[in-house]
């Protein structure tokens, strides 16, 4: 499942690089939890948890749908 997960990431990579920031995947748990660190202008950003969850876990639970959630760490 990480490596599904990393290609969803890389889905939205370029999005979050033309603003300056980048994402990372940290960790997949087994049930389902995915881990991001979010870097770059991300990193801080007041929007950045909107970002998390409006785009980066929408695009990643569309395409891994055993994914449960992603959170920042």
Do not use: H, N
């Amino acid at each position: 499942m990480k490596e599904q997960v990393q290609k969803a990431i890389d889905t939205v990579r370029p999005g979050l690089q033309a603003d300056g920031g980048d994402v990372e995947l940290v960790d997949v748990t087994a049930d389902g939890v995915v881990k991001v660190k979010l870097t770059g202008a991300c990193q801080g950003c007041p929007m950045s948890q909107m970002t998390l969850k409006m785009g980066i876990e929408k695009i990643i639970k569309k395409q891994v749908p055993a994914v449960k959630e992603v959170i920042s760490v």
